[in-house]
């Protein structure tokens, strides 16, 4: 089994690092390609976002009926396909036509990946291995934004995007090489709508966009934080990256114990100390050391409560696997653009302290979701008697 998951690991790190690599080279990008601005560089990277949010909610659920490792395999075909046009573009329109058809095979590779995970898994053992697994966010965070700033200097930006779809055609030799275990498929044709109407959907959805929404909100402003408020420079934000994904990383030694522990009294413990972190953001935001402090432990609690937020989700109805997880995915992709377009107004005016107020909230409704379900759950554990 050690070697499927250290095969989807790398995989994820290696689809991950795209929604990451651009925002570092994009000035080198626009330089290229002359008559435009980073920021219209940067644009590309929302038709990628557009890309993943619709193939996660009306081309993941293919994995159900034809099995997640072919769903893989033809989303990594099409993701060294739209790689490769992106290191070819002459211009900002054939880029972002390019992310967005990457956008489309990532939103298919990434819930077939947590599929896998799940599959391949023993059975008691499910979140150790999702927890290896989600570790290749790890690498993409590290690996990506460093890589990529270091090979554009030495070579160019379009060697980055070269790269990547030799590492994914890398990644899909070796598992067209690999034998995946064979699960039943789903008889039924399912959808977004189909997933929406299992049980006790609802509830997980809101964890998760409460997850990633309070930890993209203070996330992506930290940066702009750290140069502009503090006064530091983008080397001191790239040893922030390094420690917040020690400790996402880190956590893994961690994840055998999900497996013994109740998932919602877990989550709802460790969106708790999730709060006390965002509480800290409010008040130490200032402090650089304090940044340094807290990245490992935010990191650290990140990864566990996404852990449990897939765990939750692929046990809800095994037949309808990859709908659930293009819902996941969708949601998540959904909090990126709200937990920029809602923070940014309140960061420009109040700084990172703000993020950790709104952070908070958004935690604080994690809670009460996560609880409310718990509640419902022993509800109906006990026959219905709430006092019981």
């Known amino acids: 089994m050690q070697k499927p998951v250290l095969l989807l690991t790398a995989t994820v790190g290696v689809v991950g690092s795209n929604s990451l690599v651009l925002s570092p080279i994009a000035a080198r990008v626009a330089q290229d390609l002359g008559g435009v601005t980073p920021s219209e560089v940067m644009s590309c990277a929302a038709f990628y976002g557009l890309g993943v949010a619709l193939s996660a909610l009306f081309l993941a659920p293919l994995a159900d009926r034809f099995g997640a490792d072919r769903a893989l395999k033809l989303a990594l075909a099409l993701l060294a396909v739209a790689f490769l046009g992106s290191a070819m573009a002459k211009d900002v329109m054939v880029l972002s036509i390019a992310q967005s058809i990457a956008g489309l095979g990532a939103g298919v590779a990434i819930p077939a990946l947590y599929i896998l995970a799940a599959q391949i898994a023993p059975v008691g053992q499910e979140a150790r291995v999702i927890g290896k697994v989600l570790t290749g966010w790890t690498l993409s965070m590290v690996g990506g934004v460093t890589l990529s700033a270091y090979v554009a200097d030495l070579a160019g930006w379009r060697f980055v995007y070269g790269g990547l779809s030799f590492g994914v055609f890398t990644m899909l030799a070796f598992i067209l090489r690999t034998d995946w275990p064979q699960v039943p498929r789903a008889t039924q044709v399912t959808s977004p709508l189909t997933a929406l109407r299992v049980e006790g959907i609802g509830?997980?959805?809101?964890?998760?966009g409460a997850l990633g929404m309070g930890f993209y909100g203070v996330y992506n402003f930290v940066?702009?934080?750290?140069?502009?408020?503090?006064?530091?420079?983008?080397?001191?934000?790239g040893i922030?990256?390094?420690?917040?994904?020690?400790?996402?990383?880190?956590?893994m030694m961690f994840d055998g114990m999900l497996d013994r522990l109740p998932v919602?009294?877990?989550?709802?413990?460790?969106?708790?100390?999730?709060?006390?972190?965002?509480?800290?953001?409010?008040?130490?935001?200032?402090?650089?050391?304090f940044l340094l402090a807290i990245m490992p432990i935010w990191g650290a609690l990140q990864h566990l409560c996404l852990n449990l937020t897939i765990g939750w989700l692929t046990r809800l109805d095994p037949n309808q696997r990859g709908a659930i997880m293009g819902l996941n995915s969708a949601t998540m992709y959904l909090s990126v653009f709200l937990g920029t377009l809602l923070y940014r107004p309140f960061f420009e005016s109040y700084g990172l302290s703000a993020g950790g107020a709104i952070s908070l909230l958004a935690t604080l409704v994690g809670i009460s979701v996560?609880?409310?379900?718990?509640?419902?759950?022993v509800r109906i554990l006990r026959g219905g008697d709430p006092a019981a």
């Open 203 to 208: 509830a997980a959805l809101l964890s998760v």
């Open 370 to 377: 996560v609880l409310n379900a718990r509640w419902q759950q």
């Open 223 to 237: 940066g702009s934080h750290v140069v502009e408020n503090i006064g530091l420079n983008v080397r001191d934000v």
């Open 240 to 251: 922030l990256t390094l420690f917040y994904g020690a400790g996402f990383a880190g956590a």
């Open 264 to 289: 919602l009294r877990s989550l709802a413990v460790l969106f708790g100390v999730l709060a006390g972190v965002y509480v800290l953001f409010y008040e130490f935001a200032h402090s650089y050391t």
